[in-house]
């Protein structure tokens, strides 16, 4: 993959005066881990969210600062959820001959049979897992093939994912991915008009007779 630059400055506007920057179409972020202390950093805000908008969370960037290259992952994103803008990102800088532990997002593909066959609905479970790699080999998402999934009980697991070179899944094998699940049927109740008409049918014989036998009884009066 290409490789993926931002470029950054050293920030001292910390606390409350940072809403300053944004106006000023900066995005202030952090920057800590191998080989730095922790560093506030400011970015062009526009630049920036073109840039994450093309990349996922285990994507390798590379953020230039002063003259020097940090090869970083973005571990926390806050975002404004009414405008949908970002507000703040925090980086860590890594080594690239270093192992590290990261998510790794679950992206299911292709057509389960079980949908068309048997009305199946496909929920599913987990939607990222965990693993190991070094830095550069990290994959930035993680296809899962559901056209295994041909009948209602099939089910992905973590087991299930194929090997990926070069990376180690840490996840529980057992974890769900995917399964193929019924589709409940809805309960028709009847009308509660229908009820109360056959409510009174039943009821209905018994005034009658109730009724004959009055009539009955004063005839024999009469006598």
Known sequence: MEKVILKAEKRDV?????????????????????????????LDAHKTALTLRKISE???VTIELEGKEYSALIRDKQVD???GSLLHLDFQT???????????????????PAV???????VNGITEVEVEALPQDLPERITVDISS???????????????????????????????????KEEVIEEPVAETIEG???????EVIEHGKREEETEEEEAK
């Open 14 to 42: 910390i606390g409350k005066k940072v809403k300053n920057l944004r106006l000023e179409g900066k995005l202030p972020a952090i920057m800590y881990g191998h080989n730095i202390q922790p560093t506030p950093i400011v």
């Open 58 to 60: 285990s994507t390798i």
């Open 81 to 83: 959820f009414l405008k």
């Open 94 to 112: 890594v080594s690239l001959t270093e192992k590290l532990r990261t998510d790794v997002h679950i992206e299911l593909t292709g057509v389960a």
């Open 116 to 122: 068309a066959e048997f009305n199946a609905l496909i």
């Open 149 to 183: 999934l041909t009948e209602i009980g099939k089910a992905i697991y973590v087991k299930d994912i194929p090997a990926i070179e070069k990376v180690s899944i840490l996840t529980d094998p057992e974890e769900l991915v995917a399964i193929a699940s019924a589709v």
């Open 199 to 205: 409510e009174a049918a039943a009821a209905e014989p």
